[in-house]
């Protein structure tokens, strides 16, 4: 979408010449200038470009006197008839080139125009100066009407571009082609069914943590806006972090405001928060409020968008289960001392015990130990008889 190189279009109290410069081997002419002056009775020139020795500015016709840009609201299939007014402040004629280009928005911010090298789709393809090219005498001025044919089937809503000049012969400076423009912006709104929508596209958030278990980490929020309408819309956006069920909010400061985006036009955003504490999961929201350049029904709505991921306090979570493991471990060699000790207190009981039983069982057999029984007396030997006795 952004494709085009940027030359700065501003409002006439902002415009300033600005230089670009390319090599001249095989490159295409450098782009540099702001697209109208503040007065036409002073020359186009800035502190930070060369010298331009020539301004452009606003015709008064019946679209209005003193204007600073062409502002237009038409139906498709209208036509709009308006000039531009060419001085030239040098002391010899000069030859400039008249064209018209699609604008685009840079990635500074700013409403830019295509270089004459890039063909126009939209508006600088239906805007056509009465002249390609003009040759402005000194101190004089030319008047070059153009006319913008806004095509029957044209996309009701805003469409941008601007009415450009540049010299016809680029100048060279020291072996560099320089090319300078000057141009004025134009704002068309084709009539029709107004839809201004602003959309979040590709919300993610990315959270850092820290070693310092007790810290507190950083996240990263990118997304893209996008004109999803069909006018011009900036918005200002607030971003905010939370944990779990909402806890521990935490808002992004100085978020910078989206600039005007022509429709179809997106812009990258990202975000950086600081001081977010871990919680496991952290949800980063997003809130646009849409700010329409010009008064339009309907007003556009406010857009929220959320997008979660991972927050886990690693370095706690360790901690956490060392100190787990430790008391888990304590807690065992504790268990298996007292088992221990009962062991051998148990040990040193049945040991007691047995001790004690046998002495009582020693003490017993000793009182119940009955006497020996004395021995029987031997019997008398009988007396022999006397010999010789019948």
Known sequence: MRTAPATDIRPPHRRRVARSVLLAAGLAA?????LAVAAPAAPASAEDG????????????SWGDGRENYAYAVDAGETVEDA???????????????YAADAFTTADG???????????????????PAADRVTVQPGEAVEVPFTITVPANATPGDHAGGI?????????????????????????????????????????????????????GAATVTYTVRNAGNTRLAA????????????????????ADVPELLPGETWP???????????????????????????????????????????????LLVLVLLLAAGIVVWVRLARRRRAQRKVREDARVQEAVDRALREREAQAGAVAEPAPEPLPEPEPEPEPEPAGRP
């Open 236 to 255: 200002a956006q607030d971003v905010a972090l939370t944990g779990p069920f909402g806890m521990l909010p935490v808002a992004a400061a100085d978020v």
């Open 164 to 216: 450009l000049t540049a010299l016809a012969d680029p100048e060279v400076d020291s072996g560099l082609k320089v090319d300078r423009r000057l141009g004025i912006r134009i704002h068309l709104r084709v009539g029709g069914e107004l839809a201004p929508a602003l959309a979040v596209d590709d919300l993610h958030v990315e959270y850092a943590g820290t070693p310092n278990p007790f810290g507190t």
């Open 30 to 34: 450098a782009l540099a200038a702001a």
């Open 269 to 315: 955003v990202e975000v950086h928060v600081d001081g977010v504490i871990p919680a496991f999961v952290l949800t980063a929201a997003v809130a646009l409020d849409p700010v329409s350049p010009t008064e339009s029904e309907p007003a556009p709505k406010s857009v929220e968008e959320s997008a979660s991921t991972a927050a886990v306090p690693w370095t």
């Open 110 to 128: 700013l409403l830019d125009v295509a270089t004459r090298d890039v063909r126009p789709r939209e508006l600088g393809a239906w805007a056509v």
């Open 50 to 61: 060369p010298e331009v020795t020539w301004g452009v500015r606003t015709a008064d016709t």
């Open 84 to 98: 531009l007014i060419i001085a030239n402040h040098d002391v010899v004629p000069i030859e400039l080139d008249v």
